[in-house]
C-alpha cells in the first residue's frame, strides 16, 4: 500500500528537533511520497535541503502563499521564478487567496494568484490552491481566466457537494485532510456524493492534526487516517483508497509515484 501526502510542511521549524523520525513514521506507515508546498524565499532552502536528504520520497513545489503576500511581493515572484528556471519542481503553490488572516493584500493576492496560474501553465504543472474563506473568488477567478487545460488540487477542501462539482468542472481535484475526521465536518456529507477518482490525499502538517490527535503537531504518518475515514464514509476498503488516492496523484503530477 502506498499513500501520499500531497500537502505537507515537513520543512517548517516545528520539525526541526525530530525530522528523521517523523519521515521514519511515515515510511513505516506506507506514507512515502510527500509532496511539499512551498510558502515563500525564506523556506525554499530548508524545503530543498529535505528533498536532498529524501530523494525519492520528497518532492518540491514552489510559489508563494497567499498569507506571505506583502509589499514586496514582486521580489517574491521573481524568486519563485527563478527557482522555476533553476531547479525541478513538482507543482505551483502553496498559492491562491486567503481572507481569513488578514485582507490587507487581496488586491495583491489576486494579483500574485493569477501570475501562479501562467506558470502552471507555463510549466505544465499542477496548482496548489489555498481557498480558506475564498472559495466563491477563487472560483470566479479560475472562471474568469478559463484556462481547460489547468490542473490541480484545491487543498484542504471541506466544501458542499455544489462547491465541489465547481471545483471538479475546472479541471481540480479535492485534497482531503484532517479535517475529514472532525465530528460532523460537512465534508463527510459531501464524500458520498464525490467519485474517488477526484480524491487526493494531504495532511497541511504541522497543521490541523486528524482525531485522535486534533490539535496536536500533525505529521505524514496520520494520513492512514484521513484514508479510513473515507474508506468509511465510502464503504470500500483502506487499500482501495489508496490505490485510488495514489493513481489520482500519478495522474495530476504526470508520473507514477
Ligand atoms: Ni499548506
Same mark, same amino acid.
Given at each position: 500500500m502506498i499513500l501520499a501526502d500531497? %500537502?505537507? %510542511?515537513?520543512?517548517?521549524?516545528?520539525? &526541526?528537533?525530530d525530522r528523521d523520525e517523523v519521515m521514519q513514521r511515515a515510511m513505516d506507515a506506507g506514507v512515502t511520497r510527500l509532496f511539499l508546498p512551498n510558502v515563500d524565499s525564506t523556506s525554499v532552502g530548508s524545503m530543498l535541503a529535505l528533498c536532498e536528504r529524501y530523494p525519492k520520497n520528497c518532492y518540491p513545489m514552489v510559489g508563494l502563499h497567499p498569507t506571505s503576500v506583502k509589499e514586496n511581493y514582486k521580489d517574491e515572484l521573481a524568486k519563485v521564478e527563478s527557482c522555476l528556471i533553476e531547479g525541478k519542481y513538482y507543482g505551483i503553490g502553496e498559492c491562491g487567496l486567503d481572507?481569513?488572516?488578514?485582507?490587507?493584500y487581496i488586491i495583491e493576492q489576486e494579483f500574485v494568484f493569477r501570475h501562479h496560474v501562467d506558470l502552471a501553465r507555463a510549466y505544465n504543472l499542477p496548482l496548489i490552491v489555498h481557498i480558506r474563506e475564498s472559495f466563491n473568488e477563487v472560483i470566479r477567478l479560475l472562471k474568469d481566466i478559463n484556462k481547460p487545460d489547468l490542473r490541480g488540487i484545491f487543498h484542504c477542501f471541506s466544501g458542499s457537494t455544489e462547491q465541489a462539482r465547481q471545483a471538479i468542472d475546472l479541471g481540480f481535484s479535492l485534497g482531503l485532510g484532517g479535517?475529514?475526521?472532525?465530528?460532523?465536518?460537512r465534508m463527510q456529507e459531501t464524500l458520498k456524493h464525490? &467519485?474517488?477518482? %477526484?480524491l487526493v490525499l494531504e495532511t497541511d502538517a504541522p497543521f490541523?492534526?486528524?482525531?485522535?490527535?486534533?490539535?496536536k503537531r500533525n505529521e505524514p504518518a496520520y494520513v492512514p487516517l484521513i484514508a479510513q475515514k473515507v474508506a468509511e464514509i465510502k464503504q470500500v476498503s483502506i487499500e482501495e483508497v489508496a490505490s485510488a488516492t495514489t493513481a489520482n496523484v500519478s495522474r495530476l503530477f504526470g508520473f507514477t509515484i
Open positions: 500531497t %500537502h505537507t %510542511h515537513l520543512y517548517l521549524e516545528a520539525f &526541526d528537533k481572507y481569513y488572516w488578514d485582507k490587507t479535517v475529514i475526521t472532525f465530528k460532523n465536518n464525490i &467519485d474517488m477518482k %477526484h490541523l492534526a486528524p482525531v485522535p490527535y486534533r490539535g
